[in-house]
T-cell receptor
Framework: RKEVEQDPGPFNVPEGATVAFNCTYS??????FFWYRQDCRKEPKLLMS???SGNEDGRFTAQLNRASQYISLLIRDSKLSDSATYLC????????????FGAGTQVVVTP | NAGVTQTPKFQVLKTGQSMTLQCAQD?????MYWYRQDPGMGLRLIYY???????DKGEVPNGYNVSRLNKREFSLRLESAAPSQTSVYFC????????????FGSGTQLSVL
């Protein structure tokens, strides 16, 4: 079993709609969680960190469920520019060398 | 402020050839990383360096060597390239503050024929 798992998608979303997807992690000692965005063949870029109480950044909302060991990302009012692959990143220990990446969830926003 | 600079952007090698991927960061970060990304898979850690002069193996170190000669630069060397090393390679660095973000280079598309 992979340590960080994501539904690869693609999630086909009409422009203006809401889309949400999860990422599950296996190590209950994981401390920090992030969502990165990756456009085709480009480097990943941080979208947002995920805090225990949940957090929002504009149209993006991230949630953490420690009991069930997953994080989620919700995108409201989807824009064409939101089309990308969203990578879940989990930091299981206090060593930054142990960052773990999910394979990504592809989102395609259509007109 | 350039962030993380990675070269080359593209490279084609024949099986058995060697090459070095260069990475430099200007953010005074201690920790630097080399990842590879294959279709349908997440980024997999090849090697990382927690500080100048130290390196540690990641998930997929076989066939690679690294060098952290100073704080800025972290290079990845393929001594004898194999087709299985065809991939996109990313260098990254991170600061030590909690939840500080990972900065990536723009990637190297490597093909080994």
């Amino acid at each position: 079993r992979k340590e960080v798992e994501q539904d690869p998608g693609p999630f086909n979303v009409p422009e203006g709609a809401t889309v949400a997807f999860n990422c599950t992690y296996s190590n209950s000692a994981s401390q920090s969680f992030f969502w990165y965005r990756q456009d085709c063949r480009k480097e990943p870029k941080l979208l947002m960190s995920v805090y225990s109480s949940g957090n929002e950044d504009g149209r993006f909302t991230a949630q953490l469920n420690r009991a069930s060991q997953y994080i989620s990302l919700l995108i409201r009012d989807s824009k064409l520019s939101d089309s990308a692959t969203y990578l879940c990143v989990v930091h299981p220990t206090d060593s930054w060398g142990k960052l773990q990446f999910g394979a990504g969830t592809q989102v395609v926003v259509t007109p | 402020n350039a962030g993380v600079t990675q070269t080359p952007k593209f490279q084609v090698l024949k099986t058995g050839q060697s090459m070095t991927l260069q990475c430099a960061q200007d953010m005074n970060h201690n920790s630097m990383y080399w990842y590879r990304q294959d279709p349908g898979m997440g980024l997999r850690l090849i090697y990382y360096s927690a500080s100048e002069g130290t390196t540690d193996k990641g998930e997929v170190p076989n066939g690679y060597n690294v060098s952290r000669l100073n704080k800025r630069e972290f290079s990845l060397r393929l001594e004898s390239a194999a087709p299985s090393q065809t991939s996109v390679y990313f260098c990254a660095s991170i600061g030590e503050a909690t939840n500080e973000k990972l900065f990536f280079g723009s990637g190297t598309q490597l093909s080994v024929l």
